[in-house]
């Protein structure tokens, strides 16, 4: 009789435990299903639209082949008439092709003919562009505001004009300084940070390869 009423215990209990056991896993996947139903918290970041604090830019007169390329596309599109670009968009200029754009109250820039230029960041407190190829003349209406990147070599602009070239011939960037100043930093071939002021009326001449620069007066 003992053996039997021990027996009859384990078995009740061990058919409690199972049943608890699928009890748990059944919550489980309820708690799982309503899971997957809830919709997920939505994010302020987004492929197709910059972030709203960024600035917008106007592609203001345009002549000739002037590709564009937004924030989600691989390659770059050809574009007729003025429109909006901003943070993250491309621009481009075929042989015949110039385009002037304007941040208002900030600064305008007038890129001309085999000109690539990548607006990488367009908040209030910094813009940065960076330069691939070509000329472009760049006027920036604030002080310590308007960055441009080429290669290696940074510029930033307090308050003036200046014409930037990168020589896709020759290992070299050209800076004429029309008005203003500009500080120029870069990594030297030791790897370490040069900084330079450059004021107006001189030209900077940056070799990409040696990493070093030279100063003229602008002719």
């Known amino acids: 009789m003992v053996f039997l009423r021990k027996t009859a215990i384990f078995i009740f209990y061990f058919i409690l435990g199972f049943c608890l056991i ?3 896993e059944k919550a489980n996947q309820i708690i799982g299903l309503q899971q997957l139903k809830s919709p997920l918290p939505s994010s302020p970041f987004s492929l197709n639209v910059a972030p709203g ?8 007169n345009l002549s000739g082949d002037v590709l564009w390329q937004s924030r989600i ?3 770059p599109a050809a574009i007729k008439k003025p429109q909006q670009i901003q943070q993250g968009e491309d621009l481009v200029t075929k042989g015949n092709g110039q385009a002037n754009i304007v941040f208002s109250s900030v600064a305008n820039l007038l890129i001309y003919p085999k000109t690539e230029v990548n607006f990488i960041q367009t908040l209030p407190e910094n813009i940065l562009i960076e330069q691939k ?3 472009a003349n760049y006027k920036a209406l604030k002080d310590n505001l308007l960055n441009i990147r080429s290669n290696s070599l940074l510029a ?3 308050q003036g004009e ?10 070299q960037i050209t800076i004429d300084v029309k008005s203003g100043q500009i500080t120029v930093a870069y990594n030297d071939i030791n790897y370490l940070t040069q900084v330079m002021n450059i004021s107006s009326g001189n030209r900077l001449i940056f070799n990409t390869n040696s990493k070093r620069i030279s100063l003229a007066a602008i002719q």
């Open 22 to 24: 699928l009890s748990f």
């Open 156 to 158: 930033k602009i307090n």
């Open 53 to 60: 604090k960024s600035l917008r830019g106007t592609i203001a």
């Open 133 to 135: 190829s070509g000329d």
């Open 73 to 75: 596309a691989t390659t």
């Open 162 to 171: 200046i014409m930037f070239s990168v020589n896709e011939n020759q290992p």
